[in-house]
């Protein structure tokens, strides 16, 4: 069992290209999460997902978008990237069936844009 | 501004001593979780607090919560090298009518440095 895969690994990009993060669960979690990781500020929540096909903006949405069109994928898109998305990406996902909310992390994925 | 905030920033103990860290947090919660996270990885959820409680224990490490100065403590008695690590808390707001996401609130975390 994996859990979370996330990939890229790690990625140096130009400002203003598109890139898209890959996150994937294979616990069957309904809930799945977008962060960013910045030195002295923690991790802050991009976007979200309840379930496969909705899907709701975090505290720092802007610039990112997401889609949720299965339960085990949630893709997360920098559609033209500036140097202030340069940070550590985790994607996250919860069983939300319980009522409280642990979340399961992926490795992270560290993203430079130049 | 960040919900969960950790003190101290920065911790530095010899193995065999206990380790506290501290969270506060502004807001009522649903619940207040620890998670870990070795440096470079993702991470690692440690322990869950509901509001309802006041004291959780498992293994070596014990959790507090006081909802009355909104804060929790995590406490990791006889730590090891291998607990060198971050920990950060997280507070989930309580679920509002048909619209909660289970959205989790990080702290900043604390930095403890075991000493072999």
């Known amino acids: 069992i994996a859990g979370i895969t996330q990939a890229p690994t790690s990625q140096i990009l130009a400002a203003g290209r598109r890139m898209t993060l890959r996150c994937t669960q294979d616990m069957r979690h309904n809930a799945m999460y977008w962060y960013r990781q910045d030195l002295g500020l923690g991790l802050r929540l991009i976007h979200y997902?309840?379930?496969?096909?909705?899907?709701g903006k975090g505290e720092v949405p802007d610039g990112y978008s997401v889609s949720r069109a299965n339960t085990d994928d949630f893709p997360l898109t920098l559609a033209s990237a500036v140097p202030s998305q340069t940070s550590v990406y985790f994607c996250?996902?919860?069983?939300?069936?319980?009522?409280?909310?642990?979340?399961?992390f992926g490795p992270g994925t560290r993203l430079t844009v130049l | 501004s960040q919900q969960g905030e950790e003190d101290p920033q920065a911790l530095s103990i010899q193995e065999g001593e206990n380790a506290t860290m501290n969270c506060s947090y502004k807001t009522s919660i649903n619940n207040l979780q620890w998670y870990r996270q070795n440096s470079g990885r993702g991470l690692v959820h440690l322990i869950l607090i509901r509001s309802n409680e006041r004291e959780k224990h498992s293994g070596r490490l014990r959790v507090t919560l006081d909802t009355s100065k909104k804060s929790s403590s995590l406490l990791i008695t006889a730590s090891r090298a291998a607990d060198t690590a971050s920990y950060f808390c997280?507070?989930?707001?309580?679920?509002?009518?048909?619209?909660?996401?289970?959205?989790?609130?990080f702290g900043q975390g604390t930095i403890l440095t075991v000493h072999p």
């Open positions: 997902s309840n379930t496969a096909g909705t899907t």
């Open positions: 996250a996902s919860s069983d939300r069936q319980g009522g409280h909310n642990e979340q399961f």
């Open positions: 997280a507070t989930e707001q309580p679920h509002a009518g048909g619209t909660s996401y289970g959205k989790l609130t």
